[in-house]
């Protein structure tokens, strides 16, 4: 769909705001507030319309129609359902904002007007309800206003934007998709590479940021524990990996608290235990799932060693013959740590700062949580990385709950509910000046 036409009203507020200006210090926030009303439409559309990861066609479409309807150049299908809109304006800084495309395998339980429906075949042909219970939705309404407007100013800036929609990082596994398929060689290669997401104990009208670790690295490992099997009443008679993979599950809890460096933040969770069909049947095989995280490659790697490690000796302790020892996996759902490049997230505090008032500016602490943006930065070009948070929820809900210690519907929760008009101004507004201020420091 093209852009709405801005009503005649709203036009002349616009050229005002834009005549009213000095070199690029619009007054973004009269015209983030123009585009609040049609983006709260957006996200309205997108929220109750909502994709599961490696399957967002019509969402990477709606997307690839906006940024066309804003001026940008526009390439689909870039490593599944990537999106990428080149806005070229001169001779300048290239500039990359990132948003998600994708929603969650979750039931819905907001009871808003414009709750997700949906209920759509996974990979494995299960039908599951989804919703986007992580704000991608938010992002992408953030994204379109932000290209709508830096469209616009195209007279305050010179350089080149590069404004992508990726795919599948609910999975862990878009960037990569999008930088095997030629991100950074087919398009222009940023300079700078900026992102959002949604805080959910944010008031909205606030932004979070930290420096240096701010999201984990995650490994999603497999391990399948062998037996042999035998009738339950006569477990001498086989090798039984129920009780290895008990063992197993127990013991590398140890990791955390013997192996690693106190101080360090690490996690390994076993998250999922499938073995046996019936109690008086010693299966043959056991298998575990884990999520494991940590911030520091030293730490990653010991953590991941240690696995492989006490898995093995554990089966050779119970005499597990060669043929059946455990095999651990580790899968494609894993990323990087995100570190947000220390001089470059200063530029944007100091942006921020500018735009919103140093009390609306928080410093907020990292999380063993993930994100494959991270992944961009990972690269030969070390291309600095900042994603900074977007509060989204009334202020006197964060003080309320803040006050009483309790906690508000977290990411991935389905109560999960931003306030849209006031987030998607603020989050237009921010990423616009950080925009501005990156392309006029040339």
């Not at 001026?71 to 800084?93: A, H, I, Q, R, T």
């Not at 290209?147 to 100013?153: I, N």
């Not at 999008?178 to 959910?200: E, N, Q, T, V, Y």
């Not at 520091?296 to 953590?303: F, I, S, V, Y």
């Amino acid at each position: 769909m093209k852009q709405s036409p801005l009503s005649v009203g709203a036009s002349i507020l616009f050229a005002i705001a834009l005549r009213s200006t000095s070199s690029f210090g619009a007054d973004l926030q009269s015209l983030a507030a123009l585009e609040t009303s049609s983006l709260a439409t957006l996200y309205k559309e997108l929220h109750a319309n909502p994709e599961l990861s490696l399957h967002e066609e019509q969402t990477a479409a709606r997307m690839a129609m906006e940024l066309r309807g804003a001026g940008f150049e526009v390439s689909e299908n870039v490593g599944g359902y990537g999106v990428v809109g080149v806005l070229k304006n001169g001779d300048g800084p290239v500039i990359m904002v990132r948003t998600d495309l994708d929603a969650l395998p979750v039931r819905e339980q907001t009871g808003l007007p414009y709750a997700s429906q949906k209920v759509v075949k996974d990979d494995l042909g299960h039908d599951v309800p989804v919703m986007h219970a992580c704000g991608h939705d938010i992002h992408m309404s953030c994204f379109v206003g932000t290209a709508r407007l830096l469209s616009k100013l195209r007279t305050q800036w010179s350089g080149t934007l590069v404004f992508i929609g990726q795919p599948a990082e609910e999975r862990i596994l878009g960037a990569r998709l999008m930088l095997r398929a030629g991100l950074f060689s087919r398009f222009p290669k940023p300079d700078k590479i900026l992102a959002l997401h949604c805080s959910a104990d944010i008031a909205h009208g606030s932004v979070g940021l930290m420096e240096g670790y701010a999201m984990a690295n995650v490994d999603t490992l497999e391990i399948l524990v062998r037996g042999v099997g035998s009738h339950g009443s006569q477990p001498h008679l086989g090798k039984d990996p129920v009780l290895l993979a008990a063992q197993i599950v127990v013991a590398l809890q140890s990791i955390v608290s013997r192996e690693v460096k106190p101080g360090d933040p690490a996690v390994v969770t076993v998250g999922s235990v499938h073995g046996g069909t019936k109690a008086n049947i010693i299966p043959d095989e056991v298998r575990l799932q884990l999520t494991v995280r940590s911030y520091k490659a030293e730490t990653r790697e010991r953590l991941l060693g240690a696995i492989r490690r006490i898995t093995i000796n554990l089966a050779e302790a119970a005499g597990m013959p060669a043929d059946k020892m455990p095999e651990v996996t580790r899968t494609d759902e894993s990323a990087s740590s995100l570190y947000n490049t220390p001089d470059f997230t200063r530029g944007v505090r100091r942006s921020l700062e500018a735009t919103f008032g140093l009390e609306r500016v928080q410093v907020v602490e990292p999380t063993m949580g993930a994100e494959d943006f991270a992944e961009y930065g990972t690269t030969k070009e070390k291309i600095p990385l900042c994603m900074f948070r977007l509060g989204t929820q009334p202020a006197e809900g964060v003080s309320e709950a803040k006050a009483k210690g309790v906690t508000l519907p977290s990411l991935h929760s389905p109560f999960f509910k931003p306030e849209p008009e006031p987030t998607i101004q603020a989050g237009v507004q921010a990423m616009t000046a950080v925009a501005l201020d990156l392309l006029n420091k040339h």
